[in-house]
């Protein structure tokens, strides 16, 4: 199964909002509410930041935020810091028990 | 505070098996709401989930590697491991093991992570 499909950039400039968008198909980001969005530093772990499209966990500046249309997934990064730089991954559930993720976007705070 | 560290071999050689370990602290792997996964990341690569498992022993896995993996689970030392087989030079990667939700799929927390060369 192919990895979800992201674009392999985005920027934006402090203060402004940016949105990342996560493509796949109805066998799994439409067809299931499980995708999941990661952060990720430079040389550190993935850190979740949106569960199931559109759930923040504990700790999670509300700046982050998640939606889902079709078979397109997006996050939204408002208000952006510059601790926001980092490169971001989404997944989804894709059907047998199995998950996908996508190829991943980098982020740069202008 | 539910904390996950990988352990294992740094090199491995080519058509050899790679042994990680992944303990978890400040929890129990026997939790009724979990599984715990693998994922890896080769170099300047994206995440690929590799494959989880639950307490029992039940098991999940990507079916690009299946035929590769074992994962196992020790319960009395609250640790689970994986094991890939026949390995090559793409199966370098940063390795990951990470508490699995399941029935809604998301990963977290994860633990740092350990780099697996494969080399002769």
Redesign the interface.
Known sequence: ?S?LTQPPSASGSPGQSVTISCTGSSSDVGGYN?V?W?QQHPG?????II??VTQR?SGVPDRFSGSKSGNTASLTVSGLQAEDEADY?C???AGS????????TKLTVL | QLQLQESGPGLVQPSETLSLTCTVSGGSIRSTSYYWGWIRQPPGKGLEWIGSIYYSGSTNFNPSLKSRVTISVDTSKNHFSLKLSSVTAADTAVYYCARHKATTDWFDPWGQGTLVIVSS
């Open positions: 199964q990895a499980y999941s990661y550190k772990a993935p850190k979740l569960s199931e966990p991954y997944s989804s559930y028990n199995n998950l996908i993720f996508g190829g991943g």
